[in-house]
């Protein structure tokens, strides 16, 4: 995560998370202080930090300005938005921050059209969640020995919300156990999320037709305002 992504700042407009803000004024990533260093982002923003749902908008930077390419509405954990350093496991929060997003997964096949790295999901592919085993917040295949079941998702078992999914990579580089694991963005469930950010399954397809690896995106979770507010300082 990147701290600057994180800031203080006035309420956002409805218009100014689409990128419909009236002429002159500047698009949401434009307002952030970091949006990764690459020319896609993914922009996921909720009202405040007791909210479960709210808008994801995916970027692309052209000619040196962020044009939208694409909106639909998302869903966040059950118990709302957290600052991500501040993030317990269990707690059913989304992680706030800015986060690269390593590779993308699926159920069903990629869809047409997907350059991104995509690894498919096989009877054997767990998601490890134990905090006390090696493969904590790390696909593995077959489950790791120490990695107990009751402390992991049996990832073909989430039926249509994994159809296709990308890993966020939130606590992924250098993990700190027990602040969390499996954090993804990927296809709605029945309601709010265990702390991922979800959105409609058709909208899943567009953003992984849409990612381009040479364009290193990633996503920024955050809030309209407060001390998880999404834009700079």
């Not at 350093?85 to 059209?113: C, H, M, S, V």
């Not at 790295?117 to 009877?123: D, G, L, S």
Request: with cysteine.
């Amino acid at each position: 995560m990147r701290p600057g992504v994180v800031a203080v700042v006035s309420v956002l407009t409805s218009a100014c998370l689409l990128g419909l803000a009236p002429a002159g004024s500047v698009p949401l990533p434009d307002r952030m202080a970091d949006t990764g260093g690459g020319s896609q982002l993914i922009t996921a923003v909720a009202p405040g930090t007791g909210s479960t749902t709210g808008t994801l908008t995916w970027w692309d930077r052209r000619d040196g300005h962020w044009v939208p390419a694409g909106s639909a509405p998302a869903r966040f954990g059950a118990a709302g938005l957290v600052e991500g350093t501040a993030r317990k496991q269990g707690t059913n929060t989304t992680p706030t921050g800015l986060y690269d997003l390593p590779y993308a997964f699926g159920i069903e096949a990629a869809p047409p059209g997907t350059t991104y790295a995509y690894r498919p999901v096989r009877q054997e592919s767990w998601w490890c969640q134990d905090v006390d085993s090696r493969s904590y917040n790390r696909w593995s295949e077959p489950r790791a020995a120490d990695c107990r079941a009751t402390e992991a998702e049996h990832l073909v078992t989430y039926g249509s919300r994994y159809a296709h999914a990308l890993v966020i990579g939130y606590n992924y580089r250098a993990p700190v156990r027990g602040r969390g694991a499996g954090i993804f963005l990927h296809v709605n469930g029945a309601g709010p999320t265990a702390g991922c950010v979800s959105v409609p399954a058709d909208a899943m397809r567009d953003v992984l037709r849409w990612a381009e690896p040479g364009s290193r995106p990633h996503i920024a979770v955050g809030t309209e305002s407060g001390d998880t507010a999404i834009t700079r300082y």
